[in-house]
């Protein structure tokens, strides 16, 4: 880059400014040629760009879920599909079912019968298609000591064996589908809302994962997806809705939607259906005849955190007696056999 | 050293673009790896499978109780521990009687407080003789399991009965081995497995104090 030889004089130079000296020549082609590899090296991350990880322009034009038409609906609904099939090489169930009429759910939660096993939690994840890797969960099942409901200091990340310890009591935590949804109130893109039938959903297309939400809600119930989510194809749940599991994309929120694409064709949500004490209950509570109606009505009831002003649509029951797991039944057996009939 | 003097701009500038280029230091994430799930973590099939018929199984042979019932009879009280059926401890609080629950004649039905027979597969009448709370609220939906639709117009419900939860010789609901625990950006380990002694910036708000998880 630089010469050997002794350039002529400075004074030189100065007499003839119209001309380009050696020396101004090579200084400043190599600043050029320094800035030109310091430039492509800035953009050489691009190099590691694959196919679909920008947005086709179908995809950028794509409008907000509620402008959209039946037509431009079902070609979302197509092109996610094609978008899945190519990723995990599964053809999966794309649906968008509606909420349906003269229902509003809701859940209880027997807080007396609850063990923390955590198979909600595992049901959950298996039912809704989030991340593994890292691990995106929806449910959080806190213990805490017994007389006391200090979720503060609640433990997430008991796995003393087995469950339920004598002296703990457990308490899973998801989004309680608030009729007063703070989370909602936040959102500067609009895009989540509650439906008529109670579940606040996301339009993960329509999110620009600002994180507002999560800062908001008070039962810590918002998960956003700080990288690309991975998922085994195996692992995939091929049964795919669009406000609820289908895959989502790096950089967008997410919750629990009550499990929309299957309580909204009357199935009841994963997490119930995999509790092995019956502890979850779920329902139309417009239904006089639900079983979520008569817990409303008869049962012991309390909602989390009632003083954020946010209805939650999820409620924790108790029975007039608690469950009497810990109860050293053996002793009392024994003794009253001893004492005869 | 004048040459130096001009040119150390271009060339520093140089020397990040062949780092940037190169990447001698590859990137390597702090996401831990997936915890492998078993898979009764997700099994939804009830605690207990109960056959809900009175059959009895001795050396591979299936016997109805009333098999041997009707030619052996057994003593209507008894204190003693049992000869036959010695896998039953009878673990039931006050309820220490077999004909409590058996019916005394017809070995293959239970009874009611009358003295009436109460058939196999309906065990849910039989508990319901003193539990009554238990027998209201499950009847309304507030204990016990329910599986399939919520809407019963939509698709069947099958609704769990009291035996495939408890054990009718030892009612209790059992205690279990927990599902793996969170190991999500905010509530898990402190320290992700593989990468011991890193800071991990996604974890920063882990606290400090809790000791590191090595697994």
Redesign the interface.
């Given at each position: 880059?630089?010469t050997p030889q002794n350039p002529p004089g400075a004074g030189g130079d100065v007499a003839r400014p119209a001309e380009v000296s050696r020396r101004g020549f090579l200084?400043q082609g190599?600043?050029a040629?320094?800035?030109l590899?310091?430039l492509?090296?800035?953009l050489?991350p691009l190099r590691h760009l694959k196919e679909g990880d920008l947005p086709t322009a179908e995809e950028f034009l794509q409008k907000h879920y509620k402008e959209m038409s039946a037509t431009e609906r079902a070609r979302v609904l197509a092109r996610i599909q094609e978008q899945v099939r190519k990723r995990y090489g599964v053809t999966p169930q794309v649906n968008d079912p509606p909420p349906l009429d003269g229902v509003e759910f809701v859940y209880?939660l027997?807080i007396s019968?609850c063990?923390?096993?955590?198979?909600c939690?595992?049901?959950c994840?298996?039912e809704n298609n989030p991340s593994?890797?890292?691990?995106?969960?929806y449910i959080?099942v806190l213990e805490m000591e017994k007389g006391s409901i200090d979720v503060e200091t609640a433990n997430?990340?008991?796995?003393?064996?087995?469950?339920?310890r004598p002296d703990k009591w457990y308490m899973p935590v998801q989004c309680h589908q608030c009729a007063n949804p703070p989370c909602v109130k936040v959102c500067p893109v609009e895009a989540t809302w509650q439906e008529p039938d109670g579940i606040t959903v996301i339009d993960y297309d329509w999110c620009i994962g600002c994180r507002y939400c999560e800062a908001a809600c008070p039962y810590w119930a918002r998960?956003f997806n700080?990288?690309e989510p991975?998922i085994q194809p195996d692992q995939l749940n091929p049964h795919l809705a669009y406000l609820s599991n289908r895959p989502r994309q790096k950089g967008v929120m997410e919750k629990c939607t009550f499990c929309l694409h299957r309580?909204r064709?009357?199935?009841?949500p994963a997490c119930?259906?995999?509790?092995?004490?019956?502890s979850r209950?779920?329902?139309?509570v417009l239904d006089p005849s639900?079983?979520v109606h008569?817990?409303l009505k008869?049962?012991r009831v309390f909602i989390l955190k009632a003083d954020v002003g946010t209805m939650p649509r999820f409620f924790y029951?108790f029975?007039?007696?608690g469950?009497?797991?810990h109860?050293p039944?053996?002793g009392?057996?024994q003794a009253?056999?001893g004492e005869?009939? | 050293m004048s040459?130096l003097r001009?040119?150390w701009?271009?060339?520093a500038?140089?020397a990040?673009?062949?780092?940037?280029?190169l990447d001698p230091v590859p990137f390597v994430?702090p996401?831990?790896?997936?915890?492998p799930?078993p898979d009764w973590?997700?099994?939804?099939n009830?605690?207990r499978q109960p056959k809900l018929v009175p059959q009895y199984v001795v050396a591979g042979f299936t016997y109805q109780c009333s098999d041997c019932h009707r030619i052996i009879p057994s003593p209507r009280?008894t204190?003693r521990r049992l000869t036959q059926h010695t896998e039953i401890e009878?673990?039931?609080?006050?309820n220490?009687?077999c004909f409590n629950c058996h019916h005394p004649r017809n070995r293959d039905a239970f009874v009611d407080d009358f003295g009436e027979e109460i058939p196999w597969n309906q065990p849910q009448r039989l508990c319901g003789k003193c539990h009554g709370?238990?027998y209201r609220?499950w009847e309304?939906?507030?204990?016990?399991?329910?599986?399939?639709?919520?809407?019963a117009?939509?698709?069947p419900q099958l609704k769990?009965r009291c035996i495939e939860?408890h054990d009718p010789h030892?009612p209790?609901?059992?205690?279990?081995?927990?599902?793996?625990?969170?190991?999500?950006?905010r509530?898990?380990?402190p320290l992700p497995p593989g990468h011991e002694g890193r800071r991990d910036p996604?974890r920063i708000y882990s606290t400090p104090a809790s000791p590191v998880a090595s697994h």
């Open positions: 880059m630089a200084t190599a600043a040629a320094a800035g590899a310091a492509a090296a800035a050489s209880g027997n019968r063990i923390g096993c955590r198979k939690v595992h049901a994840v298996a593994r890797a890292p691990e995106i969960q959080r997430h990340r008991y796995d003393a064996s087995p469950v339920p998960r700080f990288t991975q309580t064709v009357g199935r009841l119930l259906e995999v509790c092995p004490t019956g209950k779920f329902g139309n639900s079983e008569y817990i008869y049962k029951y029975d007039e007696r469950s009497r797991y109860d039944l053996e009392e057996g009253t056999l005869g009939a | 040459f001009s040119f701009v271009p060339l500038l140089l990040g673009a062949l780092v940037l280029v994430s996401v831990a790896h997936p915890v799930v973590a997700t099994n939804t009830p605690v009280e204190q009878l673990n039931h609080g006050l220490t009687r709370p238990v609220d309304h939906g507030s204990h016990g399991r329910l599986n399939g639709y919520w809407d117009g939509r698709g769990r939860c030892h209790p609901f059992g205690s279990m081995t927990p599902a793996p625990g969170p190991d999500t950006l509530m898990g380990p996604l």
